[in-house]
C-alpha cells in the first residue's frame, strides 16, 4: 500500500470527501473494523456515525473477548470456534495491550444437580478444546483445571462456604473497555488514510448516492460511494429494505468493589433450573464489578440508549446473591446499562436461542452495491468486518488488495513484555491498560496542551473517580470527542457509574477547553 496522509477522527462533515470507494454507516466496532479493513486494502474510505464512536451496542457489552463457552452450550459449534480463534488474534497481535486472560470460576455445590455438573464440565473441556485449536501460548491463556473449595475461597471470598464442593477454574479474554477497543480501531484506520467522521446523520441511500447531514452545522451534502457497508447494528433495518432484526436486551449492573470484595476471579452463577445459563460477577480494572447479564426479546422503536429494568436488575441480583455469603441489594447497585444485540429474526422462540452468527446481506437492484452486515458480537468484529468488505469489493467490482487485519496490530499494541517495561520505567499503569505503547504519547499531548505539570495531569479528576484529566485532554484533541458525553461516556466510562459522573464533570468541560474545543452540556 502506497503512503496515505494520517487523519484524526473529526466531529462533523467540514472538509469531508465527495467521492469514495467504501463509505461506512456506523462507527460501533464493525463500522470502525470495516473502516480499518477497507482502507488497509488501498481503498478510499469515509466512515460516519451520526452520534459517536461507540454509541450503540458495542459499549454495552460484558467487556469480555471470549472463545465461545456459551455458544457450544446451544450447539452452536462454528460461532464458538470463530469465537476462539478471533480471541487469539486480539490477544496476540490486534490488541494485547487491550485484552488480558481472566480467570473464571464456575462454582459446584450440593445444590448441583449431576445433568448441571456433567454438562458445566464437558463445556469446559470442549472449550478447553477450542482454547487449544485456537493454538494460544499457555501465558496467553492457561489450561483450565478443577479446583478444591480453599482454593475457590481464596480467589473468590466472596462465594458461599456452606455446601461449596469446589469450581471449575477457566480463563477467558476481558478487555479493558470495549469503547476503548472502538476508538482505537478507528483512530488505527484513520491514522492509515480513512475519514472517519462522528455526528454525520445518514439521511438517504440511492445507489451510489448517500445523502448526508452534519449534526454540527445542519448542512446537508451528497456523498459518491462505489459501495456502501451498513454497520449501523439494531438501526441496520432502517437502511436496508427487506431486513428483519429481532433484538435482544442485555442488561449489566454496577456494584462497588466493597460489594463483593477481594475478587481475583470472575465468578459465573448458575441461573437455576438451567443447565447452561450463567450469570457473570465480573472484576473491572478500575475496582468496580459488573454483574449481567440478561436475554430479554425487545418489541417496539429502538430507543439511543437502553434502559436496564427493575425485573432485569431483581433477577441478577437474586441469582448472584444464591451464590454468596452476602445477599446483594438494590442500594448495591450504583450503576445500570443495557444494550441491544441486533439479531436477525429467526424461528420463533427465545432470542437467547438465536444464533449469534453474523450475516452479510447484499442489496439487489440499484441497491446492489449496499452490503448489510449484522448479527455477531463484539469477539468476532475483525470477521465480520473482513466479510463486509469482501462483499462490498465483489458487488462494486473494486479493485483492492487482501484483507491484512489479522497480522495488523492497532495503535498502541506492544508485546506484554514491552508493556510491562513501560510501567517499570514509570509510566502510569493506567494510562498503559487504556492506551499500550501509546500511553506516554497520551501524557505528552497533554502536557502541550495545557503547560500543566505531569502530577496535575496524572491526579484522579475526582475523589472515587480513577479517570485523570490527560486522558480527558487527549480524548478531545486526538479521538475527536466533541463534548463531555462523549468524554465521559464513551472516550473514558465514567458515565457508568452517575454520581461518578457528576463529579467529572467539570474537569470534561475543563479538557474540552485545553484541547480549543467548546464545552457544550453533556
Known amino acids: 500500500m502506497s503512503p496515505v496522509e494520517a487523519r484524526r477522527i473529526t466531529p462533523g462533515l467540514a472538509d469531508a470527501p465527495a ?4 463509505l461506512v454507516v456506523g462507527l460501533g466496532i464493525t463500522g470502525a473494523g470495516a473502516a480499518l479493513d ?5 481503498l478510499s474510505v469515509l466512515a460516519v456515525d451520526a452520534h459517536d464512536l461507540a454509541f450503540g451496542t458495542s459499549r454495552w457489552s460484558s467487556k469480555l473477548v471470549h472463545g465461545g463457552l ?3 452450550a446451544h450447539g452452536q459449534v462454528g460461532v464458538a470456534h470463530e469465537s476462539a480463534v478471533e480471541r487469539g488474534v486480539l490477544m496476540r497481535t490486534t490488541a494485547p495491550h487491550l485484552v488480558r486472560a481472566m480467570p473464571y470460576l464456575v462454582p459446584v455445590t450440593d445444590a448441583s444437580s449431576p445433568v448441571q455438573r456433567t454438562t458445566t464440565g464437558a463445556g469446559i473441556r470442549a472449550g478447553d478444546w477450542l482454547r487449544r485449536a485456537a493454538r494460544p501460548p499457555a501465558d496467553v491463556l492457561p489450561r483450565p483445571r478443577r479446583v478444591t473449595a480453599t482454593e475457590a475461597l481464596r480467589l473468590a471470598p466472596p462465594l458461599r462456604a456452606a455446601g461449596l464442593r469446589g469450581a471449575h477454574l477457566s480463563w477467558d479474554g476481558q478487555l479493558e473497555d470495549d469503547a476503548r477497543l472502538v476508538t482505537t480501531v478507528a483512530r488505527t484506520a484513520a491514522a492509515r488514510g480513512a475519514h472517519v467522521r462522528t455526528r454525520a446523520r445518514v439521511l438517504s441511500v440511492d445507489g451510489r448516492e448517500v445523502v448526508l447531514r452534519d449534526e454540527l452545522t445542519g448542512a446537508t451534502t451528497t456523498v459518491h460511494a462505489r459501495a456502501v457497508v451498513n454497520a449501523a447494528g439494531v438501526w441496520a433495518d432502517t437502511l436496508t429494505e427487506g431486513l428483519r432484526l429481532r433484538p435482544s436486551r442485555g442488561t449489566h449492573l454496577v456494584l462497588r468493589e466493597e460489594a463483593l470484595p ?8 448458575p441461573v437455576p433450573g438451567s443447565t447452561s445459563r450463567f450469570v ?13 447479564l440478561t436475554d430479554e426479546p425487545v418489541d417496539g422503536p429502538v430507543p439511543d440508549v437502553p434502559e436496564p429494568t427493575e425485573p432485569e436488575i431483581g433477577f441478577l441480583l437474586d441469582v448472584v446473591s444464591a451464590t454468596m455469603s452476602r445477599s446483594l441489594h438494590r442500594d448495591d447497585v450504583v450503576g445500570a446499562f443495557a444494550g441491544l444485540r441486533p439479531l436477525l429474526e429467526g424461528a420463533p422462540g427465545s432470542t437467547a436461542d438465536l444464533s449469534r452468527r453474523h ?8 441497491a446492489r452495491t449496499v452490503v448489510t452486515v449484522v448479527g455477531g458480537k463484539l469477539t468476532t468484529y475483525r470477521r465480520m468486518a473482513e466479510d463486509a468488505v469482501d462483499a462490498a469489493v465483489a458487488a462494486a467490482g473494486l479493485v483492492a488488495g487482501p484483507c491484512v487485519t489479522t497480522r495488523l496490530p492497532l495503535l498502541g499494541a506492544a508485546p506484554r513484555e514491552e508493556l510491562s517495561g513501560l510501567v517499570a520505567r514509570g509510566v502510569p499503569a493506567r494510562l498503559v491498560r487504556r492506551y499500550g505503547a501509546d500511553a506516554p504519547s497520551v501524557l505528552a499531548t497533554a ?3 495545557t503547560g500543566m505539570p505531569d502530577a496535575e495531569l496524572l491526579a484522579p479528576v475526582a475523589d472515587g473517580v480513577p479517570t485523570c484529566l490527560a486522558e480527558l485532554v487527549f480524548g478531545a484533541a486526538e479521538e475527536g470527542a466533541a463534548d463531555a458525553g462523549d ?4 472516550r473514558t466510562r465514567v458515565g457508568l457509574v452517575p454520581t461518578d459522573r457528576a463529579l467529572a464533570l467539570p474537569a470534561a468541560e475543563r479538557a474540552l477547553d485545553l484541547a480549543g474545543r467548546t464545552p457544550t452540556p453533556a
Not at 467521492?19 to 467504501?22: E, F, K, L, P, T
Not at 477481594?262 to 452463577?269: I, Q, S, T, Y
Request: charged share 15%.
Open 19 to 22: 467521492q469514495v470507494d467504501v
Open 38 to 42: 477497507a482502507v488497509t486494502r488501498g
Open 447 to 449: 502536557r502541550s496542551l
Open 262 to 269: 477481594g475478587l481475583a476471579a470472575a465468578v459465573f452463577a
Open 359 to 366: 450475516a452479510v446481506l447484499t442489496g439487489a437492484g440499484t
Open 280 to 292: 457473570m460477577v465480573l472484576p473491572q480494572p478500575d475496582g468496580t464489578r459488573y454483574v449481567g
Open 70 to 72: 456459551r455458544y457450544l
Open 487 to 490: 468524554l465521559l461516556d464513551r
